[in-house]
T-cell receptor, first 115, second 108 residues
Framework: ETGVTQSPTHLIKTRGQQVTLRCSSQ?????VSWYQQALGQGPQFIFQ???????GRGNFPPRFSGLQFPNYSSELNVNALELDDSALYLC??????????????FGPGTRLLVL | RKEVEQDPGPFNVPEGATVAFNCTYS??????FFWYRQDCRKEPKLLMS???SGNEDGRFTAQLNRASQYISLLIRDSKLSDSATYLC?????????FGTGTRLKVLA
């Protein structure tokens, strides 16, 4: 196990609702990255948080937002849910430095279904 | 062109066979390279990093060709338990860039 946890494991929402997903990073890691994996696709980078600041963002609209807390845990918020937001949402944590320290370790994911 | 491209398969091979997957990458995904394994409805798990000189871990061998911008994964003596999706990953400055994954099914 990677030591990265996510909650909830599964979630069902309806179009237009808002959702918050949570991630606890591995001990000693200060960076959290979020990915969206649609069925049959590879994970797509949403954004990354480093020491409570957004450090980079993929090609996702502003209704995808995030937060990182002083203990380096993180939240992903999605507003105005659309059917296409149905996916597995993965969180990955990593540390400072190079090589092994920067490797990303993935949590088990949150499976979101939007009806 | 996608930043990381791989053949989605599926590759159906008999037990004991050798199978190879290739993956091409663009300049934006060229800092570090990995192969991840993903079982159905689970998170990706690191199979191995890919080093410039090539590296081996048991039945698995990874190669990197920077001149042609591709990486490969070779699985020898396939086991039923190797059935999964194999994701090729290149990293940019701060993000991992995944291919769509190649599905492998090892048949008894």
């Amino acid at each position: 196990e990677t030591g990265v946890t996510q909650s909830p494991t599964h979630l069902i929402k309806t179009r237009g609702q808002q959702v918050t997903l949570r991630c606890s990073s591995q001990s000693g890691h200060n960076t959290v990255s979020w990915y969206q994996q649609a069925l049959g696709q590879g994970p797509q980078f949403i954004f990354q948080y480093y020491r409570e600041e957004e450090n980079g963002r993929g090609n996702f609209p502003p209704r995808f937002s995030g937060l990182q807390f002083p203990n380096y845990s993180s939240e992903l918020n999605v507003n105005a849910l659309e059917l296409d937001d149905s996916a597995l949402y993965l969180c990955a944590s990593s540390g400072d430095g190079t090589g092994l320290l920067k490797r990303q370790y993935f949590g088990p994911g949150t499976r979101l279904l939007v009806l | 062109r996608k930043e990381v491209e791989q053949d989605p398969g599926p590759f159906n091979v008999p037990e004991g066979a050798t199978v190879a997957f290739n993956c091409t990458y663009s300049n934006s995904a060229s800092q570090s390279f990995f192969w991840y394994r993903q079982d159905c409805r689970k998170e990706p798990k690191l199979l191995m990093s890919v080093y410039s000189s090539g590296n081996e871990d048991g039945r698995f061998t990874a190669q990197l060709n920077r001149a042609s911008q591709y990486i490969s994964l070779l699985i020898r003596d396939s086991k039923l338990s190797d059935s999964a999706t194999y994701l090729c990953v290149g990293s940019g400055t701060y993000k991992y860039i995944f291919g769509t994954g190649t599905r492998l099914k090892v048949l008894a």
